[in-house]
C-alpha cells in the first residue's frame, strides 16, 4: 500500500489523538486509523514524539511498592508471549504497538472492567470463560462473542454487515499490539476451535477485531483495511 | 559545572537505554533498573492524569508491563528512553480515562498552572534540549491555545471538559487547538 499523503482532516485528528483530547466516535474513529493506515499511525507517533519532552515538567512522586511486586508477579509467567516472529510483524506492521488496549477503550459500548487488584494474579481458572462484544466504530453492528479456554471453542454471533464481495476476517491482537489472523468467518453466526498455537493469545485484555478481506488468500498476515467491529476480551 | 552535569545526563540516559535494551532480552533484573530510574515520574504523569492514586498504581503497574512486553522495541536512534517511556505511561492514562467515562470527570489539579518543577541537572528526566525547543514553540503561540494544548495534554482532559471548564464553545476550543497544533508543528521544523 502506497503511503498517501494525509489529508488535512486527518493530520488534524492525528494530532487530537496523540494530545489525548477525543473521545467517543471520534476517539474510535482514530484509533481504527491507526491501526488501519501506517501514514497516519507514523504521523501519531511522531506528535507523541513532538509532544513528549512536556511531559518531562510533571512533578514525580513515588509509587508504593505495590506496584513493583504486582509488576513482578505478572511478567514472571508473560515470557510466552515473546516471541521474535511477533517482534518481525510489530515492525512490519507499524504504528500497532501501542494500540491494543487502547483501540477498545475507546470504542463506548466494549465490555471493559476496571483492571483486577494487582495483588490478584489473573491465571483464569480452567473453567472460566472468555466474552467479548465486538461493536462498531459508528455504534451499529454490534457481536456477541464466547470463548472456551477448555476447548478452544469460539463462538460467534451473527452480524448484519455491509453487503461487500469481501468476507469477515477475525483477529486477535494480545497486548503487545500484533494482530493474528483467526481466519475468515461466517457472518450469519459461526463456530470455530482456535489453533493451540493461537490459543495463548486469547487472554483477558487482548483484543477482538474483524476486518473484510479477500476470502481467497485468507488467512492474512495483517489486516489490509480499517476494522468494521472491535473488542475487548475479557474472561469472566 | 555545566560540563559535569551534561555528562551525569547524558550518563543517566545511556544507562537507562542500557537497561532497557537488557530488558528487552527477557532480564528482569534490567527491568528493576528501569523502574528505580523511571517509576517515580511516571507515576507523576499516571497520577496528574487519572487525579487518584489507587487508579494511578493500578496504571504504572500495567505501564510496566507493558514496558517489559515492548522494551525489544525501543530502537535509541528514533526517541530518548525517557521520552518513550512517558508517552506509555501518558497513553495508558489515557486510555484509562477514556475506558470508564464514569470515571472521566476532570482530575483535581488538571487545569493547574504546570508545575514549573525544574529538574535537576543530573536527573535521568532531562531532555533540555528538546523541551527549550518545544517550550520556546509553544510560547510564540497566542497564550490561550498554548494553555490549551498544556493543559489538555498533561490534565488528561477532552475537548469538551476544557469547553466546559473555560465557559468556551466547543468550536472555539477546537479551534484554538488545531491551529495552535498546526502551528507547532511548524515552529517545531517537521511539517
Known sequence: MPDLPLSPEHGSLAAELALGVLEGADRAEALCLKLSNPTFAAE??????????????????PPS???????EARIGDGKAVRSSAGLRSLRLWRGGALVSGAIAAGLALVLVTRQPAPSVVAVPPA?????????????GAIMAVAYDPQKGLLRLGAVSLQGSAKRPELWIIPEDGVPRSLGIVRADGDELTVDEGMRRFMSDGATLAITMEDAASAPHKAPSATPVLVGKFSII | MGNVAEKNAVD??????AALGQAGAGDVSALRRV???????????????????????????????KIWRRAATFDASRASPVSWLATIAHNAAIDWRRAQPRYDAAPQGAFDAVADDAPRADDVMVEDEQRLRLLACLNGLEQQHAEAIRSTFLGGLTYQQLADHLQTPLGTIKSWIRRGMLKLKVCLGDA
Open chain 2, 12 to 17: 543517566a540516559r545511556t544507562t537507562l537505554a
Open chain 1, 65 to 71: 511498592a505495590r506496584v513493583w511486586n504486582a509488576v
Open chain 1, 44 to 61: 501519531v507517533e511522531a506528535w507523541r514524539r513532538r509532544l513528549s519532552p512536556l511531559l518531562g515538567t510533571v512533578a514525580a512522586m
Open chain 1, 127 to 139: 473453567t472460566s470463560v472468555a466474552v467479548s462484544q465486538l461493536s462498531g466504530a459508528d455504534g
Open chain 2, 35 to 65: 523502574y528505580d530510574l523511571t517509576s517515580a515520574k511516571l507515576f507523576g504523569i499516571c497520577f496528574r492524569i487519572s487525579g487518584d492514586r489507587e487508579a494511578a498504581e493500578d496504571i504504572l503497574q500495567d505501564v510496566y508491563v
